[in-house]
């Protein structure tokens, strides 16, 4: 398909704002601490909504999608258990130390806390970490700017990444931030009538529950599934978890469910993330950095209505087959296409040599069977297609273009992450158009200006600052910060073609989440709110935390996978899986486990190196409860905490 | 910080609610919307860019009269 004058306008006129945005911002860069903190000087509610912009990058939006389809609205969990109340523990609990000890960031404080060593640890870790992320969010932009748009993979990526490039180094943190709230407005106003427009065409909220049930009973129609279920699999949120592996298209147990993904990663991801926390520390005050998280969990938890319910329409609405709407399929690899279509030809021969038609179809009925893995293909084929494919070409040789789209018709594997995107082609008309595409990119940009700028911080002060340059002038950290920035850009770019290879990014994500930040949770746990956890319990905790994931990553898989140094499994098969994401949270469970372990244990060992004194102001027990004389009742974090939670648990008993 | 957020926010989406309901305008009627099931979608969703737009500009503008 082809855009509009009005789709280019509107992507361009979003282009010139944010850049704008940067160098009106250039202006108020001065010192190191302007560029990598934002001067801590934010207001809060811009704080708050660039905190869940920087989540919601591409892959939210896509993978968010992908999984609605896939699993239904037990997808929320990834927000009303796996972010709501970790975001109101962060408030809460520990944003009084993060904000008050003045660190500049997460291993900032763990070096505070602990000492040098777990901060290198962290800081290395946390580094590759933004880095694939944002090559993640990177690769999945520009793939579906080439299948939708037909522009060029290489291209899209570099003026992807040009853009954000420029407005992080002229108005580094703040600009990102500033920049983020826009992309928060511009990606719910531009999906919101996208949403609504499917929810409109399949009849409205309880039509396609209806079609959702035929779903849950007839996965293989539209090849989300292998088997049935029982009707409710996508449309309740906690009976087919409850229900065991077995009963939920996910695969998980609701042991895995409730502490690998609701306490672990979630955790682990919004309360140890300098990505998500250092928007919260660039707040103007205290009680501005504790709103921050709260600000961000009410939109946050409506967000599955936007994020969520596209996938759960484009499953229905496949299913029901109105309008003609099928899911996306995936693409055949032009490298594949020479082998396929020669293998076509060589089946076909045999029945050229079948004397009449009668015969033929018995034979063809015989090839077709096998034809699919006669045809070496990744993907899997319709045998129907084929059969039909193979007969005509027996009957008279067809062009190889010919048989390439019939090849490509014949697939059936779904691409999920082409979902949202079919969706946008089906109901934008010209000028709609536009602005939904505006919001995808500037839902990737939010991710990946979130990601580089934590990286940039995180290099500078707690890798280059620390060990490689001690003692330079602020403006030579500044120089560092927006080199590093270039740097960053770059490995994300080359990260973006390693994600390339993978076809479910979420899956990936997850999996380094379980290797990060997992493991991390339990040092921040134990050194939050217990003093006697020491130096050496934390670093060889995380470091057997972290350990644990990779033994855990190299001798499970999960079923149906093939073992190997992605899919896990590498050198061995000690445990298998009924799914991806169920082996991701207990992997998660068991590095979270171990390292909590450790580090209690190894902290009993050995001696205290930080006296009550030095640990004031970073652990729960000795530091004075904050107090805000100013602060209104009703604005406190404990209270407007537990109204969130409250309505976030009326959500999961309504959907339940 | 020296920037009101309020104020590109308001801009940039009133600038582009205006162009969408031009554009609306300028194609009401046209086979395109059959995609947006018969709605202009274009005119009414581009009104509800620019009422959004403009009442974040008025913000913005209000709290630069008081600075003042």
Known sequence: ?656 | MGLDLRLPIGMIFSLIGALLVIYGLATNGDPIYQASLGLNINLIWGGVLFVFGAIMLAFALSAARKKK
């Open chain 1, 1 to 656: 398909m082809h855009l509009h004058l009005i789709d280019y306008a509107i992507m361009l006129i979003y282009v010139g704002f944010v850049v704008g945005i940067g160098f009106a911002l250039s202006r108020y860069m001065r010192t190191g601490a302007d560029f990598f903190l934002s001067g801590r000087s934010i207001p809060s509610w811009v704080c708050g909504l660039a905190f869940l912009s920087a989540n919601l990058g591409a892959l939210e939006l896509v993978g968010m999608a992908a999984s609605g389809a896939k699993y239904g609205i037990a997808t929320c969990h990834f927000y009303w258990l796996g972010a709501i109340p970790a975001m109101i523990f962060l408030a809460v609990f520990m944003m009084p130390f993060y904000y008050g000890s003045k660190a500049r960031s997460v291993p900032e404080y763990l070096k505070m806390r602990f000492d040098e060593r777990t901060r290198a640890f962290n800081s290395c870790t946390f580094a590759v970490m933004t880095v694939f992320a944002s090559g993640i969010s990177l690769n999945l932009l520009a793939q579906l700017l080439e299948s939708l748009l037909g522009w060029n993979y290489l291209a899209s990526l570099l003026v992807c990444s040009a853009v954000v490039l420029v407005y992080v180094l002229k108005g580094g943190l703040t600009s990102a931030m500033y920049t983020e709230v826009l992309q928060f407005f511009m990606i719910v106003l531009g999906f919101a009538p996208v949403v609504w427009l499917g929810l409109k065409d399949i009849g409205g909220w309880s039509a396609m529950k209806d079609a959702l049930r035929g779903v849950a009973l007839d996965p293989q129609k539209v090849g989300v599934n292998t088997h049935a279920f029982a009707p409710d699999a996508w449309t309740s949120a906690w009976k087919p978890v409850i229900a065991g592996p077995a009963a939920n298209p996910m695969g998980v147990d609701v042991f895995a469910m409730v502490f690998g993904l609701g306490f672990v990663l979630s955790f682990g991801y919004w309360c140890t993330n300098f990505l998500v926390v250092q928007r919260a520390m660039a707040a103007k005050d205290m009680a501005s950095a504790r709103r921050t998280p709260i600000i961000a969990a009410l939109p946050k938890m409506l967000f599955p209505a936007l994020v969520i319910l596209p996938g759960m329409i484009a499953v229905g609405l496949a299913f029901t087959g109105k309008g003609g709407y099928e899911l996306p399929k995936v693409q055949i690899a032009d490298g594949d296409f020479p082998a396929a279509v020669q293998a076509v030809k060589n089946v076909s021969t045999p029945y050229a040599s079948f004397g009449h038609t009668e015969v033929l179809s018995g034979q063809a009925a015989e090839l077709a069977a096998k034809s699919p893995s006669v045809i070496q293909l990744p993907q899997k084929l319709d045998p129907d297609k084929i059969e039909a494919l193979l007969k005509d070409e027996s009957a008279s040789p067809l062009p190889d273009d010919q048989i390439k789209a019939r090849l490509q018709d014949a697939v059936t594997d779904v691409d999920y992450n082409g979902i949202i995107l079919s969706l946008l082609k089906k109901y934008c008309p010209p000028g709609l158009m536009g602005l939904a595409l505006t919001a995808l990119l500037a839902s990737f940009m939010s991710g990946m200006a979130g990601n580089v700028t934590a990286f940039n911080t995180v290099w500078t002060y707690d890798l280059y600052q620390a060990y490689i340059a001690p003692n330079k002038s602020d403006a030579h950290y500044v120089f560092m910060g927006k080199m590093v920035t270039v740097v960053g850009i770059v490995l994300s770019i080359g990260c973006a073609y390693v994600a390339r290879e993978f076809p479910n990014a979420m899956d990936i994500v997850q999996l380094v989440f379980g290797f990060v930040n997992a493991p991390l949770f339990a040092t921040f746990l134990l050194g939050m709110f217990w003093a006697r956890a020491t130096s050496h319990g934390a670093f060889f905790g995380l470091v057997g935390g972290t350990l644990t994931s990779a033994l855990f990553h190299l001798f499970t898989m999960a079923t149906g996978n093939t073992p190997g140094w992605i899919k896990g499994a590498a050198l061995g098969t000690m445990w298998t899986f009924p799914s991806d994401m169920a082996r991701n949270f207990w992997l998660a469970s068991f590095a979270f486990t171990t390292c909590f372990l450790l580090t209690a244990f190894i902290s009993l060992a050995t001696r205290r190196t930080k006296s009550d004194e030095e640990l004031k102001g970073l652990v729960y027990s000795l530091t004075d409860k904050v107090d805000d004389p100013h602060q209104t009742w009703y604005s406190s974090p404990p209270l407007l905490g537990a109204v969130l939670l409250v309505f976030c648990l009326l959500l999961n008993l309504y959907f339940w």
